[in-house]
């Protein structure tokens, strides 16, 4: 079976932690808080414990760290 099979596909809800994650609930992707693209939690490599949400990449993590105003030397608007 795989990750696209069975009922194991679902959206995991994670507690996203300093440098690591902690799954409360069990599934097979998250959602890009900046995208809406799915996640595979094994590809998951981008998140913000502040906001404690999770990116597909780097360029959906500086986009959500620009809307947010968290940027040094960043004006806020």
């Given at each position: 079976m795989n990750r696209f099979e069975g009922s194991g596909y679902r959206e995991a809800k994670i507690r996203y932690l300093d440098?690591?994650?902690?799954?409360?609930?069990?599934?097979?992707?998250?959602?890009?808080?900046?995208?809406?693209?799915q996640i595979p939690i094994d590809e998951?490599?981008?998140?913000?414990?502040?906001?404690?949400?999770?990116?597909?990449d780097c360029t959906a993590s500086l986009e959500a760290?620009?809307?947010?105003?968290a940027l040094p030397n960043q004006s806020r608007a």
């Open positions: 440098g690591d994650y902690q799954i409360l609930a069990a599934g097979s992707y998250v959602v890009c808080a900046m995208t809406g693209a998951l490599r981008y998140w913000s414990v502040a906001r404690q949400e999770p990116y597909v760290e620009k809307r947010a105003g």
